[in-house]
Structure formats: C-alpha cells, structure tokens
Nanobody, 124 residues
Framework: QVHLVDSGGGVVQAGASLRLSCVPA????????VAWFRQAPGNERELVAA????????NYADSVKGRFTISRDIAKNAVYLQMNSLKAEDTAIYYC?????????????????WGQGTQVTVSS
C-alpha cells in the first residue's frame, strides 16, 4: 500500500508560480509511475503530467506544455509539479497519483494510489 500526501496549493494571481509536492509514504518514488491530475467543478478528472519510474519519460497535457514541469527527488522521495505562468483556467483541485505500471498512462483508472488533493486557485 502506498499513502500519498500532496501539498503546495494556494491562491495566486495569474502569471504567478506554485510548486506542488507529493510524498509517497511506503514506497520509493523510483519504483513508481507518478502523475498529477486535476479536477475543476463540473469537469472530469484530467491528466496534467505524468512521470514514469525511469525518471525521464514524461507526458503533459497540451494545455500545460511549456508551463508545468513534473520532476522527482529520489533523495527526498518526493514528486513535484512546478507550475509557472498560471492562468485562471488552471484553477482546480490537483491530485497526486501513483501506480506500479511500467508505461505512461493518462487515464485515472490506471493509477491505484491517490493523494487527498490540494486546491489551486488562480485569480485573473
């Protein structure tokens, strides 16, 4: 079992930056595929960014390419989502997710472990 603790959300103005953090207690981040999803009111949960266990295979939603970066720190056993140039449409609850899968996956159903979510609100 992997317990994910995600944090780092907040209220910022458009153009600002935030960094979300996720700690997968109970498993080394180097053995997991990890991802960040987000869900805005009335919308389905969507993939923002994913990082495979190898540490360099990534997948980003088109809407965040060039602005968001997913990364990991093996020494700290943590996963991060650096979000720059935030827009009002980035407002959502962001969830860290992890899985034992060995290939990049974009569907929420492929991820077995989830954080509790952290709210990101971007005011225009």
């Amino acid at each position: 079992q992997v317990h994910l603790v995600d944090s780092g959300g907040g209220v910022v103005q458009a153009g600002a930056s935030l960094r979300l953090s996720c700690v997968p207690a109970g498993r080394a981040v180097s053995n997991l595929a990890v991802a960040w999803f987000r869900q805005a009111p009335g919308n389905e949960r969507e993939l923002v960014a994913a990082l495979l266990w190898d540490g360099f295979t990534t997948n980003y939603a088109d809407s965040v390419k060039g602005r968001f970066t997913i990364s990991r720190d093996i020494a700290k056993n943590a996963v991060y989502l650096q979000m720059n140039s935030l827009k009002a449409e980035d407002t959502a609850i962001y969830y860290c997710a992890a899985s034992n899968i060995r290939a990049i996956a974009t569907m929420p159903t492929r991820y077995s472990y989830w954080g509790q979510g952290t709210q990101v609100t971007v005011s225009s």
